[in-house]
């Protein structure tokens, strides 16, 4: 196993409280090593966001005095006892994003600042739509601009767009030039429900807005082997059907720069008829679910595609829990930066350790042996489904992150994950 130096710093920026005396507004940057950090890297839809423990003397300020502070927390192997984190090394860099919650406690038992926050979608998810219905028959760039025009504190933010998405036209696939957003709706909402018309994605890393395909919204890719380089894995499935969901395919051609859509089942799923004592009977229906992807697909492949995600949800999804202290996975991808979407590859081997290496009727051996005493026909059931499971690779993505660190424990990260559905026409 190798061995890591796991470390963790914090940059603030902190913006002093003026009072209304000040002509100048004052920042100080503060460089902190944490008692503890944890950053949760979630569902697109939501905000991530991080808390973390600091001596006080890292930052002596009241919390009255103090009117804003921004965070960027950095985390990382630095290979040895004497090394640093780079601040300029996008590898460290985990969150960023405002302090929404100070707290100084200052008694006998220690004095402690607590610090917790959301990175910068909390601006989007902070401001309720106040722009009116959108013109979305101009490019998505356009749209997008406008949007974060509307955004306080992210006017200058930059954006980053998947190959020719920013040239997508909404109104091609609404057919309708405007689109009026819900009553109370924040601007995050607004953006994703709009991205979501046209089969792309929004997600902010770090202080960037991307527009990402299906195929581009998961950086990255990790592998873990059981037995290896998990500390904890677990995992579940549902064999109930459940096929209360309409599925709508919504595919972003890169080749003709189109977006384009199909329905499954074609017609709306009813779930419920209510007679009233006068007047017409109404209908309820089945909530449609969106499923984004890329690709050059036919009419009959997207339909075909539908069917295949409508078929695998009613089957019901594996959903699992795997946690670890490696900063590393098998080929190296550091995992501190892993978020939601990235795909996750977990080797379901056996947790019979003794039996690799073994040919089967070694390994029957072994299992009907004092140790395990197994029947023979229980212990070459489970050698055949050993080496089945053993030989298969699952891919899943990750659903939620949780990142922790801390002086005393180092670095542990646990993911949640669920079964990864492929787009195969």
């Given at each position: 196993?190798?061995?890591?130096?796991?470390?963790?710093?914090?940059?603030?920026?902190?913006?002093?409280?003026?009072?209304?005396?000040?002509?100048?507004?004052?920042?100080?940057?503060?460089?902190?090593?944490?008692?503890?950090?944890?950053?949760?890297?979630?569902?697109?839809?939501?905000?991530?966001?991080?808390?973390?423990?600091?001596?006080?003397?890292?930052?002596?300020?009241?919390?009255?005095?103090?009117?804003?502070?921004?965070?960027?927390?950095?985390?990382?192997?630095?290979?040895?006892?004497?090394?640093?984190?780079?601040?300029?090394?996008?590898?460290?860099?985990?969150?960023?994003?405002?302090?929404?919650?100070?707290?100084?406690?200052?008694?006998?038992?220690?004095?402690?600042?607590?610090?917790?926050?959301?990175?910068?979608?909390?601006?989007?998810?902070?401001?309720?739509?106040?722009?009116?219905?959108?013109?979305?028959?101009?490019?998505?760039?356009?749209?997008?601009?406008?949007?974060?025009?509307?955004?306080?504190?992210?006017?200058?933010?930059?954006?980053?767009?998947?190959?020719?998405?920013?040239?997508?036209?909404?109104?091609?696939?609404?057919?309708?030039?405007?689109?009026?957003?819900?009553?109370?709706?924040?601007?995050?909402?607004?953006?994703?429900?709009?991205?979501?018309?046209?089969?792309?994605?929004?997600?902010?890393?770090?202080?960037?807005?991307?527009?990402?395909?299906?195929?581009?919204?998961?950086?990255?890719?990790?592998?873990?082997?059981?037995?290896?380089?998990?500390?904890?894995?677990?995992?579940?499935?549902?064999?109930?059907?459940?096929?209360?969901?309409?599925?709508?395919?919504?595919?972003w051609d890169p080749v003709n720069r189109e977006t384009r859509e199909v329905?499954?089942?074609?017609?709306?799923?009813?779930?419920?008829?209510?007679?009233?004592?006068?007047?017409?009977?109404?209908?309820?229906?089945?909530?449609?679910?969106?499923?984004?992807?890329?690709?050059?697909?036919?009419?009959?492949?997207?339909?075909?595609?539908?069917?295949?995600?409508?078929?695998?949800?009613?089957?019901?999804?594996?959903?699992?829990?795997?946690?670890?202290?490696?900063?590393?996975?098998?080929?190296?991808?550091?995992?501190?930066?892993?978020?939601?979407?990235?795909?996750?590859?977990?080797?379901?081997?056996?947790?019979?350790?003794?039996?690799?290496?073994?040919?089967?009727?070694?390994?029957?051996?072994?299992?009907?042996?004092?140790?395990?005493?197994?029947?023979?026909?229980?212990?070459?059931?489970?050698?055949?489904?050993?080496?089945?499971?053993?030989?298969?690779?699952?891919?899943?993505?990750?659903?939620?992150?949780?990142?922790?660190?801390?002086?005393?424990?180092?670095?542990?990260?646990?993911?949640?994950?669920?079964?990864?559905?492929?787009?195969?026409?």
């Open positions: 196993m190798p061995a890591y130096y796991p470390r963790c710093e914090a940059f603030l920026e902190v913006l002093i409280e003026d009072f209304g005396e000040a002509s100048d507004v004052e920042i100080l940057s503060l460089y902190a090593v944490p008692r503890s950090a944890e950053w949760i890297r979630d569902h697109h839809r939501s905000a991530d966001t991080f808390s973390m423990e600091l001596d006080y003397r890292d930052l002596p300020l009241d919390p009255r005095a103090v009117r804003a502070i921004r965070v960027l927390l950095l985390c990382g192997d630095v290979g040895s006892a004497s090394g640093r984190l780079n601040l300029d090394n996008s590898d460290q860099q985990v969150f960023f994003g405002y302090v929404d919650e100070p707290e100084t406690s200052l008694s006998a038992s220690g004095e402690i600042v607590t610090l917790s926050g959301r990175d910068y979608t909390a601006l989007f998810l902070d401001h309720t739509w106040s722009g009116g219905a959108i013109d979305v028959s101009v490019s998505l760039l356009d749209v997008v601009n406008r949007i974060l025009q509307q955004t306080p504190g992210a006017s200058s933010m930059p954006v980053a767009f998947s190959e020719a998405t920013q040239n997508i036209v909404i109104s091609s696939i609404t057919e309708k030039r405007l689109w009026t957003p819900q009553p109370g709706d924040d601007t995050w909402t607004v953006l994703v429900n709009l991205c979501a018309v046209v089969g792309v994605l929004p997600r902010i890393e770090l202080d960037t807005l991307y527009i990402s395909t299906p195929d581009d919204f998961g950086d990255e890719g990790v592998s873990f082997l059981y037995g290896r380089d998990v500390e904890r894995l677990s995992y579940r499935r549902k064999f109930n059907e459940a096929r209360t969901q309409q599925i709508r395919v919504v595919c329905l499954y089942p074609v017609e709306p799923i009813i779930t419920r008829k209510t007679v009233p004592t006068q007047g017409k009977a109404t209908v309820e229906t089945a909530p449609q679910v969106r499923y984004p992807i890329t690709g050059s697909y036919t009419e009959e492949q997207l339909s075909k595609i539908a069917r295949g995600f409508y078929e695998e949800a009613a089957r019901q999804q594996i959903e699992g829990r795997l946690s670890t202290r490696e900063l590393s996975d098998v080929d190296g991808t550091p995992l501190p930066i892993l978020s939601n979407g990235d795909r996750l590859e977990v080797r379901l081997g056996a947790n019979l350790p003794n039996l690799a290496g073994l040919s089967d009727a070694e390994a029957i051996r072994v299992l009907t042996g004092a140790r395990w005493g197994l029947s023979e026909t229980v212990a070459s059931a489970l050698v055949r489904v050993w080496r089945q499971a053993d030989s298969l690779a699952s891919i899943f993505y990750v659903r939620t992150a949780r990142h922790n660190w801390s002086i005393s424990e180092g670095y542990k990260v646990e993911l949640d994950f669920i079964n990864y559905i492929t787009a195969v026409g």
